[in-house]
Nanobody, 124 residues
């Protein structure tokens, strides 16, 4: 049973940066594809970014491409999301998630474990 704990959220002005972290425990981190999702008030949870097991391949939602960077450190069992040029529409609760069996990396239901989320608020 993998546990995921996000940190690094906060309040930032538009154009600013934040770095989210997700610490994993209770499983073999390198076996899992990892993803970041976000959920704004009144909206469905949506895909942000995903990274494959060895960290070689990564994928992004069009809305964050070129601004966000996903990375992982398998030795530290930690996932990261570097967020630059933040916009008010990036305001949401950000969740990290772990996927073991494969399938679509963009689909919420394909992920087996979720963190509790960290709030990111971008002021205009």
């Amino acid at each position: 049973q993998m546990q995921l704990v996000e940190s690094g959220g906060g309040l930032v002005q538009a154009g600013g940066s934040l770095r989210l972290s997700c610490a994993a425990s209770g499983g073999t981190f390198s076996r899992y594809r990892m993803g970041w999702f976000r959920q704004a008030p009144g909206k469905e949870r949506e895909f942000v970014a995903a990274i494959m097991r060895l960290g070689i391949s990564s994928f992004y939602a069009d809305s964050v491409k070129g601004r966000f960077t996903i990375s992982r450190d398998n030795a530290k069992n930690t996932l990261y999301l570097q967020m630059n040029s933040l916009k008010p529409e990036d305001t949401a609760i950000y969740y990290c998630a772990a996927n073991l069996a494969g399938g679509s990396y963009k689909t919420v239901n394909e992920y087996d474990y979720w963190g509790q989320g960290t709030q990111v608020t971008v002021s205009s």
